[in-house]
């Protein structure tokens, strides 16, 4: 068993808070010069530990919390939010968002897309891509899979092309980006700021959506593994029903962990793996953690390297030749290759 000194995941919950609402503060009324904040209140452990926190910060009349619900939602999704939003004493705002959707085309584009490989789907039936296998067994996990369930309640797999799964892909992110609009309109309502929840594993690996999910403001918990963000959960007297419930995405018709579409590990594991490469920790240090075998972390760890490669675009702010915007230049010369 590991010590606290040599475990990476290390941290004082109570003076992470601290730091955390100091950063709140100075960003949201010195350098953003906002009046409060706005954040979509899922009711899972991120967005739950992000909306205390904030509530620490500013108060209940500066703090907003939108629940924005659409057909393919767990009804459970809605009611964990309700439930947060309630014993943070907060009055959440209800957006419905499936007519925004269905304007964009999100369903149509994405059933068209799917009928490629399965001619039948439609009213009735049921979807969600994920990935192969585990991610220390496999090493890559680059092939999706199709799972569907037609109105009888039979299930089938398919493996998709890439054409046909960038197409599911694309037409799914409208819900996040539909989701960031409205967050973005009550902002401008209030002249508050954004506030975005994801944690290191999500904003470093890349689950989110660009101008969706992974736009905001501030991001107050994205240095801070998944494992880190609990801590600070029980530490802000979050229900034990928010603390252990199973990260999903909740975002295709048929239930689905975020291990199972993206993550490929537990998430306390790809915590401890990804922790361990940062400190600079031997292989044969985290397989001891883990119970893994060496070759296990160096295949894992691989694709860890290539995701957070793989994410640039992700992050890159717009480039642009105007001199005047810091982070957004693009030097004629130096892109030619000149002195």
Not at 84 to 109: D, W
Not at 219 to 233: C, F
Not at 284 to 303: S, Y
Request: aromatic share 6%; net charge neutral; charged share 30%.
């Amino acid at each position: 068993m590991e010590t606290r000194n040599d475990n990476p995941l290390s941290m004082d919950p109570s003076a992470e808070i601290e730091r955390i609402l100091t950063f709140l503060v100075e960003a949201v009324e010195k350098n953003l010069r906002r009046k409060g904040v706005v954040l979509g209140l899922s009711g899972g452990i991120d967005s739950s530990v992000c909306a205390a926190l904030a509530l620490r910060a500013f108060g209940p009349q500066r703090v907003r919390v939108l629940l924005m619900p659409e057909r393919e939602c767990d009804p459970g999704t809605t009611d964990m939010g309700r439930f947060v939003a309630s014993h943070l004493g907060l009055e959440p705002m209800t957006e419905e968002i499936s007519g925004l959707l269905e304007a964009s085309g999100c369903y149509r584009r994405r059933d068209e897309a799917i009928r490629e490989v399965v001619p039948d789907f439609g009213e009735g039936w049921t979807m969600k891509i994920k990935l192969p296998g585990r991610l220390k067994e496999t090493g890559r996990l680059n092939v999706f899979k199709l799972e569907v369930r037609d109105p009888s309640g039979r299930h089938a797999e398919y493996r998709l092309r890439p054409g046909v799964l960038a197409r599911i892909i694309a037409a799914t992110n409208f819900k996040q980006r539909c989701r960031k609009m409205l967050e973005y309109h009550s902002a401008d309502l209030l002249n508050f700021a954004v506030l975005g929840t994801p944690n290191r594993l999500e904003y470093e690996l890349g689950f989110f959506v660009k101008n969706g999910d992974g736009a905001a403001d501030l991001k107050p918990i994205a240095h801070l593994y998944k494992t880190q963000v609990r801590a600070l959960g029980r530490a802000l007297g979050l229900p034990r029903e928010v603390l252990e419930q199973t990260p999903t995405t909740d975002t295709y018709s048929l239930a689905q962990t975020q291990e199972e579409f993206f993550f490929g590990l537990p998430l306390e594991e790809l915590d401890r793996c990804l922790a361990g490469l940062h400190a600079g920790e031997a292989a044969a240090a985290t397989a001891e953690a883990l119970g893994w075998t060496e070759e296990e972390v160096e295949r894992v760890r691989a694709d860890l390297r290539r995701r957070i490669r793989g994410t640039t675009y992700l992050h890159a702010p717009a480039l642009s030749l105007h001199e005047g915007v810091p982070g957004e230049r693009l030097r004629l010369g130096e892109a030619a290759g000149r002195p």
